[in-house]
């Protein structure tokens, strides 16, 4: 089973997202489940932001050897699971990559629980906030990301 993480940048919200949800898929016995990340925006090689490493870090989750790549088509084609940080993201995949094979889904579609809802707001964008502004997007994206990681264990397609 693939999972995709995708922002605009790939430096801050899907780096974040991915290294957390690798870290949870391990300790649930679910290390099978391959996680990457990808940014609409193109950047290439870039870093994660220094606030998205020390949020991060202050969780135990390295964030030091991410390099930021691009959103490619066949990443779309081998991804089971797409997860998007805001309504932009589901419109750019939607024009740009409508092939795509996998489930899409905003990551707030998780913060209530396991099961997505059909409604979910939108991950906001920390790039050039202050560290407390990241510190509250980690701790959103850790109820998030538990409740998907439950969602992946009772999907078909985990197995």
Sequence with gaps: MKTLVICSGNICRSPMVAAYLRQRLAHTG???????????????????????????????????EHRSRALTAADLQTGDIVIVMDWGHMETLASRFPEGRGARYMLRAFEGGSRPSNDPRELEDPIGASFSTFCSQRDLIRVCVDHLVLHLKHSPISS
């Design 30 to 64: 679910m290390s099978h489940v391959v996680v990457s990340s990808a940014g609409t925006l193109g950047i290439e090689g870039a870093p994660a932001a220094p606030e998205a490493i020390r949020a991060m870090a202050e969780i135990g989750v390295d964030l030091k």
